[in-house]
C-alpha cells in the first residue's frame, strides 16, 4: 500500500512539473519570430547620407542586389551603408577645424602624418571604399581602352601575366588590407598591396602612385558570401571590374 501511495504521489508530481514545462513551451512558441522575409529586408543606396563634413559618400550607381553569387546583397550593403559610410563620417570629424579641411584629398594624402592612426585609417579607409565601388559593375565589364591595354602589355608582357600577378598579389595579403593597380611616378604600371586601409598615394610607399583599381581584402567585403574562400572572391571580382572607369582613372594618371 504505501509503495502505492509514493507512486501515485510521484505521478502527481512529475504530472505537475510536466504541465508546468508544457505551458512555459507554449509561451516561447507564442513569441512571434521574423519571417524569413524580415531577416532578408535589404535597404537602398540612395538612402544614405554622411554626416555634415567636408567628404560626401559617394553615391552607387546600381541597387545592392545586382552582383548576385559575386557579391551577396547583404554584403553589399553592410559594406556600403556601414563601414564605407562610418570612414565617412568620421574622416571629416578627423579634419573638422583643421588645416586639411577644406584642400583637395591628394594634398590631404601628401601632408598625412602617418602616426596619426585616426586619420590614417579614416582617410585610407574613405578613399580606397570610393575607389572600390566605382570600379565594380554589375553590367558587361568591358574591356581596358587600346592605351590601358598597350600600357598593361607593356609592363606586364599580357593581359593574363597581370591578371596573375595581381591574383597572387591579393593571395598572398596577410590579413585586412587592399591590393592594387597603381600608375607610379614613372608613369608606369604596379601592382602591390598594402595592409589595413593604407594605399600607395600615402607617404612613404614602398609602390607609390595613382591606384586606379583596388580590391578589398577584408573579411567584411567577401566572408558572408564565400567565407574562407578569398581566393574565389578574388577570381570573381575579375568578372565585375568596371574597366570603363578603371581605363578613364588611368588616363588621368598618366597626365597628372
Ligand atoms: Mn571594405
Not at 512539473?17 to 507564442?30: A, D, L, M, N
Not at 591574383?167 to 593597380?181: H, I, R
Request: charged share 25%; aromatic share 12%; with cysteine.
Amino acid at each position: 500500500m504505501k509503495k502505492i501511495v509514493v507512486l501515485l504521489f510521484c505521478s502527481l508530481f512529475a504530472f505537475s512539473i510536466g504541465s508546468c514545462k508544457r505551458k512555459k513551451y507554449t509561451e516561447v512558441v507564442e513569441v512571434p519570430l521574423p519571417t524569413a522575409e524580415e531577416k532578408m529586408t535589404i535597404g537602398i543606396p540612395e538612402d544614405v547620407k554622411a554626416e555634415a563634413g567636408a567628404f560626401e559618400i559617394a553615391k552607387l550607381a546600381y541597387s545592392y542586389d545586382v552582383f548576385a553569387t559575386k557579391i551577396d546583397p547583404l554584403t553589399m550593403e553592410m559594406h556600403y551603408s556601414k563601414h564605407y559610410l562610418t570612414y565617412t563620417n568620421n574622416l571629416n570629424k578627423a579634419l573638422a577645424g583643421t588645416e586639411l579641411e577644406n584642400i583637395p584629398i591628394e594634398d590631404i594624402f601628401k601632408k598625412l602624418d602617418m602616426t596619426n592612426a585616426d586619420l590614417r585609417n579614416n582617410l585610407g579607409g574613405y578613399f580606397n571604399h570610393t575607389l572600390y565601388f566605382d570600379i565594380i559593375t554589375p553590367k558587361d565589364s568591358g574591356k581596358p581602352s587600346d592605351t590601358l591595354s598597350s600600357a598593361i602589355d607593356k609592363d606586364f608582357g599580357s593581359f593574363e601575366n597581370f591578371k596573375t600577378s595581381f591574383s597572387d598579389t591579393a593571395t598572398k595579403q596577410f590579413g585586412s588590407g587592399w591590393a592594387w593597380l597603381v600608375v607610379d611616378k614613372s608613369g608606369k604600371l604596379q601592382v602591390t598591396s598594402t595592409p589595413n586601409q593604407d594605399n600607395p598615394l600615402m607617404p612613404r610607399m614602398e609602390i607609390a602612385g595613382t591606384p586606379i583599381l583596388g580590391l578589398d581584402l577584408w573579411e567584411h567585403a567577401y566572408y558572408l558570401g564565400y567565407q574562407y574562400k578569398r581566393k574565389n572572391y578574388i577570381d570573381n571580382f575579375f568578372t565585375i571590374i568596371n574597366w570603363k572607369k578603371v581605363s578613364e582613372r588611368y588616363e588621368d594618371a598618366i597626365k597628372k
